[in-house]
């Protein structure tokens, strides 16, 4: 079974930063796009930022960490990464991606809402507090 593994989550201070990677390596990532998600404790899964490999790869950030996170891949490695600077506290989640596809020939935008993601991985833990 097709898996992502997503690594780099961690402890730190309000302020800093921490870099993700999402490893789809298992696919053939030119055929699908990744979406990076969030989820709190006792709160809905909130999409963060997803990356159009299939499709330019154009990105999409949600409201509350455009300017301060950055999505890219690495098309050799088939690696996603979630960069992400200026943490909050409010940014306390496991971390998942997701694969939207396969969408071979019909590249398409990537979606924002988790309904359109297939495969996820385990998630990684990021924890913001002082």
């Known amino acids: 079974q097709l898996q992502l593994v997503e690594s780099g989550g961690g402890l730190v201070q309000p302020g800093g930063s921490l870099k993700l990677s999402c490893d789809a390596s298992?696919?053939?990532?030119?055929?699908?796009?990744i979406g990076w998600f969030r989820q709190a404790p006792g709160k809905e899964r909130q999409g963060v930022s997803c990356?159009?490999?299939?499709?330019?790869?154009?990105?999409k950030y949600a409201d509350s960490v455009k300017d301060r996170f950055t999505i890219s891949v690495d098309n050799v490695e088939d690696t996603v990464y979630l960069e992400m600077n200026n943490l909050k506290p409010e940014g306390t989640a496991v971390y998942s991606c997701?694969?939207?596809?396969?969408?071979?020939?019909?590249?398409?935008?990537?979606?924002?809402?988790?309904?359109?993601?297939?495969?996820w991985g385990g998630g990684t833990q990021v924890t913001v507090s002082s």
């Open positions: 298992q696919f053939g990532l030119r055929f699908y796009n």
């Open positions: 997701g694969t939207q596809g396969p969408l071979l020939g019909n590249p398409r935008p990537c979606a924002p809402g988790a309904e359109s993601y297939r495969v």
């Open positions: 990356i159009s490999v299939s499709n330019r790869g154009s990105t």
